[in-house]
């Protein structure tokens, strides 16, 4: 399942980019000093399809995850 971004952004000192993943409910954060080659240097899921009791269930991925759990706030699950 291909995401769907729909925010970027690049930090003002221009060594970060942010984009919202809103299929898959992850935010991930890449440093891009070095713009041939970009890191992924940070990720976190709040909500989403890809959750692991979910409905949708990842079969193969490049980047070898696990599916994230559900986030639960103060005992209400986060979802989409």
Do not use: A
Not at 32 to 56: A, E, H, M
Request: no cysteine; net charge negative.
């Amino acid at each position: 399942m291909p995401g769907l971004i729909t925010d970027i952004l690049i930090s003002l000192d221009d060594r970060f980019l942010f984009f919202s993943n809103w299929l898959h409910g992850d935010i991930r954060q890449y440093d891009i000093t070095d713009r041939r080659s970009p890191r992924l240097v940070g990720q976190v899921f709040l909500g989403g399809s890809l959750v692991s009791d979910g409905p949708v269930q990842v079969l193969e991925d490049p980047e070898n995850q696990p599916q994230p759990p559900p986030r639960i706030i103060k005992g209400r699950r986060v979802s989409v």
